[in-house]
């Protein structure tokens, strides 16, 4: 996945855990640890970014960055995550398979009842995109 911020603030996420942040001039690789893949990323600003991904023990994660390091939320659910976007800090939504919606509010990640437990919303999202520039539920 890639998000940009600016057009010297892009960055981009893939396999291993890795991380890779454009400055304008040139691509800086990293990694998150513990992350197998990464499969999405939404950016809000340098301070604000959200990641979604498999790691070694659950299918999913989500990870934060708050502009000088990066922390896990593992939402208790081997339901895979594929998709985040954010409007605001109060609004991220990641999604994945059987239907998995969740929200975060500014505090914590809540399921939400996407009346679509057969679902791949991970499909959904690669073919027709997910974004919430306008979604406030």
């Known amino acids: 996945g890639v998000s940009s911020i600016s057009s010297n603030n892009v960055w981009a996420v893939g396999d291993s855990g890795h991380v890779l942040h454009y400055d304008g001039n040139s691509w ?3 990694t998150i640890a513990g992350f197998l893949h990464i499969y999405s990323i939404t950016t809000l600003n340098a301070n604000n970014i959200w990641v979604v991904g498999q790691d070694s023990v659950t299918l999913n994660n989500i ?6 390091g990066w922390s896990f939320t593992n939402i208790g659910s081997n339901t895979r995550l594929d998709g985040v976007s954010s409007f605001d800090v109060n609004n991220v939504w990641a999604v994945g398979d059987s239907g998995k919606i969740l ?6 990640w809540a399921s939400q009842n996407s009346n679509a437990s057969g679902e791949n919303l991970s499909k959904k999202r690669a073919t027709t995109g997910l974004s919430c520039r306008s979604c406030r539920l």
């Not at 929200?103 to 914590?108: E, L, Q, T, V």
């Open 28 to 30: 800086i690789d990293s």
């Open 63 to 68: 990870a934060y960055y708050n502009g000088s």
């Open 103 to 108: 929200k975060y509010n500014g505090a914590a």
